[in-house]
């Protein structure tokens, strides 16, 4: 038996992807979709096991009939599905009364049930969310039936708000193989067998890394799981180092060099750490287009020489500030109030004489 486990695609989703990809990239959420399909169906792939979040939100009944045609195309692969906290089934949600192709299985109640695949001589268990939270542990009392040699869990949760677990007895489950969803990063649990396959695209800046599916094959000697990480674009987090004699220009040329190396493809957060010249604003707007720049976050801070400046002035306001930060740690919280306020005390009318 071969399976295909995927979660959080998210479909519908509007994510931030900068200035080059933002318009087009929900449409890279469908191709993404697409080609775990066309994975499926160029290697007979006998299940595909959908974890939760196959779309953003409520689905439109457009959405849904598209999705159910690309199923539909499958000449042998079954389809799993369970709705996740994005995707909840509520009241008025057209999962409700859309009727899927017969090779579709959708597990959305509320409390656990399983789809029997006789001729697989397996059965994949699984419930849905019918509200955006739920904070009891269900899965914890859960246990395989025993209905058939091979049982899988579609899970949707761990955190507080979505279904908590112990993992522990989730491992202890019974089950050969539990798929879960929620939670974007890709991450083994157990080996083999409690596997999170994460967001088959990255939706969200902080869904840094590297993003796709997990195939899994079930032998006589076995379960056997892979990665497949096939997504189109990574978010990637970049710290840029500057120093005093750093301009825009040169942190932007850095930038540039940076996102040639990482991959032009790539979205990037920019992270500016060190020190800066004391006159010097970095200028954001300008560095947009060293690469597709989702984000700059400037945590640079000016290079004062404080106990220079404390020997000068310690009888006045600055002084006075300086000495109430004496000792703090570059880089606290402290230092970054300290900074602040010299540079508005010097850059304000009551800087001392000769500042």
Request: hydrophobic share 35%; charged share 30%; aromatic share 10%.
């Amino acid at each position: 038996m071969r399976f295909i486990h995927t979660a959080d695609i998210h479909l519908g989703a509007q994510p931030d992807a900068g200035p080059l990809y933002t318009a087009g990239r929900p449409r890279e959420l469908w191709e993404a979709f697409e080609r775990v399909l066309a994975t499926c169906e160029d290697e007979q792939t006998d299940l595909l096991l959908i974890a939760g979040d196959l779309f953003h939100r409520q689905p439109l009944m457009r959405e849904l009939k598209e999705a159910d045609y690309l199923f539909s195309e499958l000449t042998h692969t079954k389809v799993v599905l369970i709705a996740g906290n994005h995707d909840y089934i509520g009241k008025n949600s057209n999962y409700r009364r859309f009727q899927w192709s017969d090779n579709v299985y959708p597990l959305f109640g509320e409390k656990m049930q399983y789809a029997d695949f006789p001729e697989l001589d397996a059965a994949v268990y699984g419930l849905s969310y019918h509200r955006r939270e739920i904070t009891e542990p269900l899965f914890d009392q859960v246990r395989a039936a025993g209905v058939r040699r091979h049982e899988i869990l579609l899970a949707h949760g761990g955190d507080d708000r979505h279904i908590p677990f112990n993992r522990q007895r989730l491992e202890n489950s019974g089950f050969e193989y539990v798929a879960l969803g929620h939670i974007h990063k890709p991450q083994i649990l157990k080996k083999d067998r409690v596997i999170y396959a994460g967001a088959l695209e990255p939706v969200d800046r902080n869904d840094t890394g590297r993003h796709g599916f997990i195939k899994g094959e079930v032998t006589e000697q076995g379960l056997r799981t892979s990665w497949d990480f096939c997504a189109s674009r990574e978010y990637v987090h970049l710290t840029v180092e500057t120093g005093e004699e750093d301009t825009t220009g040169s942190v932007r040329s850095r930038i540039r060099e940076l996102a040639d190396e990482y991959g032009r493809q790539n979205i990037y957060k920019i992270i500016l750490k060190g020190k800066r010249g004391r006159d010097t604003v970095f200028d954001a707007a300008r560095m947009a287009d060293a690469g597709n720049i989702c984000e700059i976050v400037d945590e640079t801070a000016p290079a004062y020489d404080f106990e220079e400046l404390y020997g000068r002035y310690a009888d006045t306001l600055l002084g006075r500030y300086i000495k109430r930060f004496r000792g703090c740690r570059e880089g606290s919280v402290e230092y970054q109030a300290l900074c602040e306020g010299v540079d508005a005390l010097l850059g304000s009318g009551r800087r001392p004489p000769g500042a």
